[in-house]
């Protein structure tokens, strides 16, 4: 049994591999740091059908993006100790010698949930200010049945990469753009943050103020079929430009504590996963979005 402490550094390696690729943005046009005709204000509602809970798994690395055993590409995203080898391609790996589970796999469960989430882009770039706003809330069971309220009213002005000031609208992020991490798949965002929140579960409010990342983007995952499979996130190419929207929320295993980031604080999930370890982070899936801005 892989123990509490490996399952939890290897998830949160996953979360924070950052690429050093040239970062590649289409964020509206600023003057300056200032987004011009700021503040760009959106409101996205989503619903309680066809949320998702994504839970740990293997993460195959793109083949276009990362290469093949023997014919390596994209080693200044990904180096080779972090890759394990196997005859199916690459994976994420911790030690490069067998695949780590990470919050970016094939394997999710079905369970409710609501969000309300409305922004205001006007800083154009990260920085130690921010005039960017945030007011999102959201509320969602695990597939146990936990109940869980989340509430972020608060932008981070800079982070460990790109996060134009906190929120960011129409944007590219992940794959090779050196803008969040490189396991999932280069994708046009529509509305982004990057926020402070505060957790409730079961009724219980956290102590901690949680790091939270929230997106909006083209369709990275497959259909679920009848028998509840699928879901699969894609690669690249198989990103739907022409398909519905997709919400993200993740809650890394990060905590804000006097004003800077900490690692290794697991979220508070009390959903424990089959080998008896509560599971370190949150990665839940809107499929039913609307947009009004």
């Known amino acids: 049994m892989r123990s509490h402490k490996t399952l939890f550094v290897a998830l949160l390696a996953a979360f924070m591999i950052v690429g050093t690729a040239v970062i590649a943005i289409a964020h509206s046009t600023a003057s300056g740091n200032r987004v011009v005709d700021a503040p760009n204000k959106v409101e996205v509602e989503t619903t309680g059908d066809s949320v998702r809970w994504i839970l740990p798994g293997p993460r195959k690395l793109d083949a276009a993006v990362f290469g093949t055993p023997g014919a390596e590409k994209g080693l200044d995203l990904l180096p080779l100790g972090k890759r394990a080898s196997t005859p199916n391609g690459y994976f994420f790996s911790m030690n490069g010698s067998k695949p780590a589970p990470t919050p970016f796999s094939d394997t999710s469960k079905p369970i409710t949930g609501e969000a309300s989430i409305e922004v205001k882009d ?136 006097n004003g800077g980031p900490v690692m290794d604080v697991p979220v508070p999930s009390n959903f424990f996963l089959p080998n008896g370890v509560e599971q370190p982070f949150m990665h839940i899936m809107f499929d039913s979005v609307k947009v009004d801005g």
């Open 122 to 257: 006007v800083t154009a770039v990260s920085g130690p200010t921010t005039k960017d706003e945030i007011d999102a809330e959201f509320e969602f069971t695990s597939p146990a049945g936990d109940e869980y309220k989340l509430v972020v009213k608060k932008a981070l002005p800079e982070i460990d990469h790109e996060n134009f000031g906190g929120v960011g609208i129409n944007s590219l992020q992940h794959g090779a753009t050196g803008i969040g991490t490189p396991l999932m798949p280069q994708v046009m965002s529509y509305v982004a943050f990057w926020g402070a929140g505060r957790l409730w579960v079961n009724g219980v409010e956290q102590t901690d103020t949680r790091f939270v990342h929230f997106m909006l983007s083209q369709r990275v995952r497959t259909d679920v079929n009848a028998d509840g499979s699928g879901y699969e996130l894609t690669f690249n190419d198989e990103v739907d430009p022409n398909g519905s929207w997709q919400a993200h929320l993740i809650l890394p295993p990060v905590v804000l504590r």
